[in-house]
């Protein structure tokens, strides 16, 4: 069994910056794939960025590329989204999943319960 908790989200000004955490616990963790994915209202939630055991990192929205950062902790059990110059289309609530193989899948067996980013224009 594998737990996932989000910390960091909150609300910024439009070109502001959020640094998302997400701390695993339980059997394997430092193997899992794990990812950052959104949900804005009323859209489908989406897969932006996932990252391997290995470090090895895959965007999945080009609308992120230059301005998300995804990365994993030396120990792995860690897991980081760094996001800066955020526009308030990034609104949304972000989640954390992971799953044991690579590449991520778009319904990981693992997920956080979610954390509110929302960026004021």
């Known amino acids: 069994q594998v737990q996932l908790v989000e910390v960091g989200g909150g609300l910024v000004q439009a070109g502001g910056s959020l640094r998302l955490s997400c701390a695993a616990s339980?059997?394997?963790?430092?193997?899992?794939?794990m990812g950052w994915f959104r949900q804005a209202p009323g859209q489908e939630r989406e897969l932006i960025e996932a990252?391997?055991?290995?470090?090895?990192?895959?965007y999945y929205v080009d609308s992120v590329k230059g301005r998300f950062t995804i990365s994993r902790g030396s120990a792995k059990n860690t897991m980081y989204l760094q996001m800066d110059s955020l526009k308030p289309e990034d609104t949304a609530v972000y989640y954390c999943?992971?799953?044991?193989?690579?590449?991520?899948?778009?319904?990981?067996?693992?997920w956080g319960r979610g954390t509110q980013v929302t960026v004021s224009s």
């Open positions: 990252v391997a055991w290995s470090g090895r990192t895959t």
């Open positions: 999943a992971g799953q044991g193989t690579w590449p991520l899948r778009v319904n990981p067996p693992y």
């Open positions: 339980g059997q394997a963790v430092s193997d899992l794939a």
